[in-house]
């Protein structure tokens, strides 16, 4: 009965000391493993730019949990500056866009490193990420300045500031965009769905400091079609690549 109990304490003791030495290879080389982080930054992607921030759990070294959170611009592919050529002094404008559109994306993700940094401050660690959540779309109705008198096409003329209707409005009829702000207060909201694909280059000199550079795509998608344009196909997918820099930190 004795031997018994001490085999049983000594298969305990072995199974501990193999856990701990299992759980140490995989969170790294006896460094601390800081638990949390928090990162911000700018993005490009192909149809505008954004803003993004994360707040990430780490589960060991390799795999991480993060929660994030993007505000992004979006843009139509056939949006064109043009200009009103038979009236001086006029500003630029995007013939046949109703909306702005922008989104805000809400969403849930993991991180997979891929390859570890040897020495902090010497090397570069690659990680995998994907992520899914909702994505919010709002779009806000363009204002332009509307030409009201006609004393000539080399002379002054008076204008108003109007919601762009495309039966209505010609191309010789906008004197100019109108201001940005205007129009917040009718939006038009588009719930949807996303998922991210990306690879996160880090190069930070200190572990507690993150300092990394992000390329992927996203896809994000609407039940119906986000009316930015007034003359041309408007979609209800968009599939965007991007790249980004965050900067951030780690703490316990």
Same mark, same amino acid.
């Given at each position: 009965?004795? #031997?018994?109990?001490?085999?049983?304490?000594?298969? +305990?003791?072995?199974? @501990?000391?193999?856990?701990?030495?299992?759980?140490?290879? %995989?969170?790294?080389?006896?460094?601390?493993? /800081?638990?949390?982080?928090?990162?911000?930054?700018?993005?490009?992607?192909?149809?505008?730019?954004?803003?993004?921030?994360?707040?990430?759990?780490?589960?060991? !070294?390799?795999?991480?949990?993060? !929660? %994030?959170?993007?505000?992004?611009?979006?843009?139509?592919? $056939? %949006? *064109?500056?043009?200009?009103?050529? &038979?009236?001086?002094?006029?500003?630029?404008?995007? &013939? @046949?866009?109703?909306?702005?559109?922008?989104?805000?994306? /809400?969403?849930?993700?993991?991180? =997979?490193? /891929?390859?570890?940094?040897?020495?902090?401050?010497?090397?570069?660690?690659?990680?995998?990420?994907?992520? *899914?959540?909702?994505?919010?779309?709002?779009?806000?109705? *363009?204002?332009?300045?509307? #030409?009201?008198? =006609?004393?000539?096409?080399?002379?002054?003329?008076?204008?108003?500031?109007?919601? !762009?209707?495309?039966?209505?409005?010609?191309?010789?009829?906008?004197? @100019?965009?109108?201001?940005?702000?205007?129009?917040?207060?009718?939006?038009?909201?588009?719930?949807?769905? &996303?998922? $991210?694909?990306?690879?996160?280059?880090?190069?930070?000199? %200190?572990?507690?400091?993150? =300092? +990394? /550079?992000?390329?992927?795509? *996203?896809?994000? #998608? &609407?039940?119906?079609?986000?009316?930015?344009?007034?003359?041309?196909?408007?979609?209800?997918?968009?599939?965007?690549?991007?790249?980004?820099?965050?900067? @951030?930190? =780690?703490?316990?």
């Amino acid at each position: 009965m004795i #031997i018994m109990k001490r085999h049983i304490i000594l298969l +305990a003791l072995m199974l @501990g000391t193999f856990g701990l030495f299992s759980q140490e290879q %995989e969170e790294g080389t006896g460094d601390e493993l /800081l638990r949390h982080e928090w990162d911000a930054g700018g993005l490009l992607h192909i149809d505008g730019f954004g803003i993004s921030g994360r707040n990430v759990r780490s589960i060991t !070294y390799y795999r991480k949990w993060f !929660y %994030e959170a993007d505000i992004v611009i979006m843009k139509h592919p $056939k %949006e *064109v500056k043009t200009s009103n050529a &038979y009236y001086p002094n006029t500003k630029s404008f995007i &013939y @046949g866009k109703k909306n702005s559109f922008f989104i805000t994306r /809400l969403g849930v993700g993991m991180q =997979r490193l /891929l390859n570890r940094e040897p020495f902090w401050g010497k090397g570069l660690e690659v990680r995998m990420l994907y992520s *899914v959540g909702t994505s919010l779309g709002f779009t806000k109705p *363009v204002y332009l300045y509307i #030409i009201t008198d =006609r004393p000539g096409y080399s002379g002054s003329f008076s204008y108003t500031l109007e919601k !762009y209707k495309p039966d209505k409005h010609g191309i010789w009829d906008i004197q @100019g965009r109108g201001p940005i702000t205007k129009g917040f207060g009718e939006l038009g909201f588009y719930p949807g769905a &996303y998922g $991210k694909f990306a690879f996160n280059f880090e190069f930070a000199q %200190e572990r507690s400091k993150i =300092r +990394a /550079l992000e390329a992927g795509t *996203v896809l994000d #998608i &609407y039940p119906d079609k986000i009316p930015i344009m007034a003359k041309n196909q408007n979609k209800q997918l968009f599939l965007s690549f991007y790249i980004s820099f965050y900067i @951030g930190g =780690r703490y316990n």
